[in-house]
């Protein structure tokens, strides 16, 4: 895969490059609270995700460094992904987000669907 030709214009900019997007938040959480996922296991998880759409994300995340991508060599293949150590820093911060999304929902009910993440 090419690398990104997106600049970042600062470090806010560069931190969401790399987690924003529809998906990529999810998928750091969901690995976050599992320690570690199939491309199945991820699939099951995110609603609504194309196959395509969830290669595509893991593929960037794993160019950005996020996410690291174990093969085994067997057959059926299989395919393991956790956060690397620096993605693990974030997860407090993406806590945080979490928390005050909550909140928000809480006073916007009729706004907002709680979604379990």
Do not use: S
């Amino acid at each position: 895969m090419k690398p990104k030709e997106t600049k970042a214009y600062c470090a806010v900019d560069f931190a969401f490059q790399r987690i924003g997007g529809k998906y990529r938040g999810r998928i750091l959480w969901y690995l976050h609270e599992n320690n570690v996922l199939r491309y199945g296991e991820l699939k099951r998880l995110l609603k609504g995700i194309t196959t395509k759409m969830l290669t595509q994300t893991l593929r960037e995340l794993e160019q950005d460094k996020m996410v690291n991508r174990k093969v085994y060599l067997e057959v059926p293949p299989k395919v393991e992904y956790t956060l690397t150590p620096a993605t693990e820093e974030l997860i407090p911060f993406i806590k945080n987000i979490r928390d005050w999304a909550d909140r928000r929902i809480a006073e916007e009910p009729v706004n907002a669907e709680k979604m379990e993440c």
